[in-house]
């Protein structure tokens, strides 16, 4: 017999820093580190502690009352440390107060209330997609396509005026480069955070909104008193955070891993209706979101270690999303499996609000290009976008060979 101390597990612990430049640049070797290391990994760097398999990041993203969100989702803790801005009445917080503003934009954003952008959202896809290949058939599908789509229906659907939207790209940037510690990445974006807050800020207000699209939709909400008046601008700051740079690079994941996956790309073509699966398997391969983090309410306890109450553990979804545990062979996109339970959009009360619009930005895209375009290929190799949150893209070269007819 073994004493109880023998055989009590330890916290393996990583010196790796999850966002240093070089893990960002290629995250999938730390990844796999921590993901062997154990089901929970203290992180020396930060003094945190992280989770990187598949079973573990759904059990805590679905136990909010362990795991909660209400002192931010990202390194810094709420408790201790003010946050660089008021914190989302959705993301960065639990319920009760959670659950009010998610009802509203929850049935705001719904399939059924975003059906009456589908038929616009199918033409604006074709005639971006003949513009771009009129221009000629090699391009840089980030801007040309990727940044173009979401910011030509997105903005638009919310109801937002014309005039500063080049600041969408650069603020969503900041904002997910603020989730992590603060690096060279975030220095390089402090210079502008307050142009760019105040001009997201003044967006909200009800009367720079159209009076139709999701934005007049939140503040009809607020006079229904399904929320408070004073909600209503946090709420469209939501919008403006998470509806851009997410999708773009989700758009940007499928694009790669198409012009990387030439027969997956033929069987799209073949069945449209395999665009839906091919975005969502992009999401797990990609994971355009890495990670998110939580705090402890309660010493926790995980695979016989403790976390204590007040400690943040970072979830690494894209970790999650290829842990060989929960996937056959996880680093193949491949559209015959299905993608579904994958943690890209999270899990539990806070899973993704807007899947719905980014599935239906990207079943547009890629329905007006698979009609168009026989193949696709990189014709020099992609270049990432450094960010503390997003696995980003900075240019993908593509050559597309247009269809007969
Ligand atoms: C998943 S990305 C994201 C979601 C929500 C917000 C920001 C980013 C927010 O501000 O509510």
Redesign the pocket.
Known sequence: MSTPLADAPVLPTSTSDPFGLDVLADPLPFQEELREAGPVVYLETYGIYGMARYDEVHAALTDWQSFQSGAGVGLSNFRYEKPWRPP?????ADPPHHDAPRAVLSKVLSPRSIRRLRDGWMADAVELVDQVLANGTEFDAVPALAQAFPLRVFPDAVGLRQEGRENLLPY?NH??NA?GPHNSLVAAGDARVGELSAWVAEQCERENLADTGFGADIWAAADRGDITHDQPP??V??????GVD?TVNGLAAVLYAFATHPEQWQRVREDISLARTAFDEAVRWESP?QT?FRTATRDVEIGGVTIPDGEKIVMFLGAANRDPRRWDRPDEFDLSRDPSGHVG??MGIHQ???QHIARLESEALLTALATRVESIELTAPPRRHLNN?LRSWESLPVRMQLAAG
């Open positions: 989302s009445l959705l993301l960065e969503g904002t997910f989730f946090r709420i700051r939501s919008l403006l955070t998470a997410t979101v998110f959009y999270g993704c609000v807007g949150t």
